[in-house]
């Protein structure tokens, strides 16, 4: 037997293995021990405010720390930085490149960052008299999905070149590429802690990785899809993920294992962007089918829905307050809900 | 594993950026990458992380999901969509109270 052979056959005994030791402290899951949880209540949620400035489809947008600012990418080719709470723009930044897939804002509020199919992220400071590109990192080979600040030092990317690399915003280089997904990379999501974050991926897996060393601590499969969209509980010992076979899941990190999965007959559409409220009780997720749905993430039940955008809900986010939720479609309008 | 990239999400962005834009990236019209393309260095580096993978301590789920229940339900107080208190300061409501300025 060669050497590849070999390989391969010695690859499936631990992924094997894997599954047995996951089975092994399988002995009870969220539906059991959330049985006697009294379910979430029916929400339902107002249009606050419609934020209409963008020109084309909305494909992302990130909430500032302040609870007040967004901003958000538009296929118009521009970033749009909006004051939630009047609904007025505040800056507007013209993108080189107009095929744009994520944006992000930084923790501090001065800088954000975008990127897409130019496998560029490129990053810009808001707070010099003119917006100024401060830099733009070029390494990856695939579009850029997504990226998170980790600091105004530090940024994380994911590409369809199937790898997520963590960058130095001073030099301009990738610190660590971290391999090890087969399918183009669609999302991220950082830990609480930020020693720890989460890929999703078009081969239908999720990835938790090390930060600082670069591995692949755990894989969590399950879905049949693409996952499109990715993120922590806000305890971190979780992690939810929306994905194209039109199901989200939940997996715990500590068993290492899928725990509930939120889907209905009635549901035919992919999952493309998800957040929680701040309790990590409600999962707001936005579908293809132009709604976005509200789950009870413990006891795995519809319990609201989000209607008001004329095309695909591409984007969701939730402050870190949790006073509202937005959703972004690309019918070209963000709005704002509580 | 066939990846049919026109019903999936990632394949509406690329079909919708596609009009106007020269893809280089080789995996945007490929099917995944299975076992079999990858080279011996991947290959390697994908059972050795497996190894590792195998390592990790695995907690018995009727430890975790009791104690991730438990910290959602403690924080479900503070969460403003699910305690009306909360936003009875709505920002994005108009309070009573007009101010002409």
Redesign the interface.
């Known amino acids: 037997m060669g050497e590849m052979e070999q390989m391969k056959k010695e690859a499936e005994a631990l992924k094997t293995q894997i599954e047995a030791a996951r089975k092994a402290v399988h002995d009870t899951d969220m539906a059991s021990a959330a049985a006697g949880v009294a379910p979430a209540p029916q929400v339902q949620l107002k249009t606050r405010k419609t934020l209409k400035g963008h020109l084309a489809k909305i494909y992302a947008m990130h909430w500032s720390t302040d609870n007040r600012l967004m901003v958000s990418a538009s296929q118009d080719g521009k970033l749009l930085i909006w004051d939630s709470h009047s609904g007025n723009k505040v800056n507007a930044v013209p993108l080189k490149s107009s095929w744009v897939m994520t944006c992000a804002y930084a923790p501090s509020g001065n800088l954000v960052a975008s990127g897409g199919l130019d496998n560029m992220c490129t990053v810009y400071n808001l707070k010099t008299p003119v917006i100024k590109t401060v830099k733009e990192l070029d390494a990856h080979t695939g579009y850029l999905s997504c990226a998170r600040f980790l600091s105004d030092t530090e940024i994380l990317t994911s590409s369809g070149d199937t790898t997520c690399a963590l960058w130095d915003l001073e030099t301009g280089k990738q610190k660590t590429v971290f391999l090890n997904h087969v399918g183009d990379c669609m999302c991220l999501s950082l830990s609480p802690d930020m020693n720890s974050f989460v890929s999703g991926a078009c081969d239908s897996l999720a990835k938790l990785w090390d930060v600082r060393d670069g591995q692949c601590k755990q894989t969590f499969q399950g879905h049949t899809s693409d996952i499109n969209a990715i993120s922590f509980i806000p305890s971190g010992n979780a992690i939810i993920t929306g994905s194209d076979d039109c199901t989200c899941k939940m997996y715990d990190i500590r068993a290492d294992q899928e725990v509930i999965c939120y889907q209905d007959a009635a549901l035919n559409s992919g999952v493309t962007s998800l957040a929680l409220s701040t309790s990590g009780r409600l999962i707001f997720a936005g579908y293809d089918d132009f709604n976005c749905n509200i789950w009870d993430s413990l006891k795995g039940e519809k319990v609201g829905v989000l209607s008001g955008h004329d095309n695909r809900v591409s984007c969701t986010g939730v402050p870190e307050d949790g006073m509202c939720v937005c959703t972004g479609s690309w019918d070209s309008f963000l709005k704002i809900w509580n | 594993m066939l ?1 049919n990239l026109k ?4 394949g ?3 079909e ?2 596609k009009q106007s ?1 020269h ?3 080789k ?2 019209n490929s099917d ?4 079999d393309e ?1 080279d ?1 260095t991947q ?5 050795d ?6 390592k ?1 301590n ?12 438990k ?3 403690e ?2 107080n ?5 305690n009306p208190d ?2 009875k300061d ?4 108009e309070s009573s109270k007009c101010v002409i300025t």
């Open positions: 990846h019903h999936s999400y990632s509406y962005l690329l919708d950026f834009f893809f280089t990236s995996l945007l995944l990458i299975t076992m990858l011996e290959l390697k580096n994908h059972v992380s497996l190894k590792q993978q195998l990790f695995r907690e018995k789920t009727s430890v975790s999901i009791p104690e991730l229940i910290w959602t339900e924080k479900m503070e969460d403003p969509f699910l909360i936003l709505n920002p994005w409501v």
